[in-house]
C-alpha cells in the first residue's frame, strides 16, 4: 500500500511565498511523474505543474514565473516553490503521483489528501 502525505499550505498574504510538500511512503519501488494540481472553489480542478522521473518540468500559464517543481527521489517526495503569490491562488493544492510498487510491474496513480492555499489581499 501506498499513502501520499501533503504539508505546507496556509494562510499568505499576497505576494509572499509557501512551499508545498508531498511525501509518498509504504511499498514505493519508484515514481514516475509527479503533479500539482488545484481546485478552487466552485471551480474545476487544474493541473498546476508537473515533473518527470528525469527533471523535465511543465508548467501552467498562470504560474509560470512564480512557482517551481522539484523532487527529491531519495524521499519520494515533491515540492511546490510558490512565490509572489496572488489571490487567484487560493485553492485546495493535491499532488498525485504515479507510483510502482515494489514487486509489481505496473504503476498507479496515487493522490494526496489536499492542502488548502489561501491568499488574502
Known amino acids: 500500500q501506498v499513502q501520499l502525505v501533503e504539508s505546507g499550505g496556509g494562510l499568505v498574504q499576497a505576494g509572499g511565498s509557501l512551499r508545498l510538500s508531498c511525501a509518498a511512503s509504504g511499498s514505493v519501488s519508484s515514481i514516475n511523474n509527479m503533479v500539482w494540481y488545484r481546485q478552487a472553489q466552485g471551480k474545476q480542478r487544474e493541473l498546476v505543474a508537473t515533473?518527470?522521473?528525469?527533471?523535465?518540468?511543465n508548467y501552467a500559464d498562470s504560474v509560470k514565473g512564480r512557482f517551481t517543481i522539484s523532487r527529491d527521489n531519495a524521499k519520494n517526495t515533491v515540492y511546490l516553490q510558490m512565490n509572489s503569490l496572488i489571490p487567484e491562488d487560493t485553492a485546495v493544492y493535491y499532488c498525485?503521483?504515479?507510483?510502482?510498487?515494489?514487486?509489481?510491474?505496473?504503476?498507479?496513480?496515487?493522490w494526496g489528501q489536499g492542502t488548502q492555499v489561501t491568499v488574502s489581499s
Open positions: 515533473i518527470t522521473r528525469v527533471g523535465s518540468t
Open positions: 498525485e503521483q504515479d507510483v510502482v510498487p515494489k514487486g509489481g510491474r505496473y504503476s498507479k496513480d496515487y
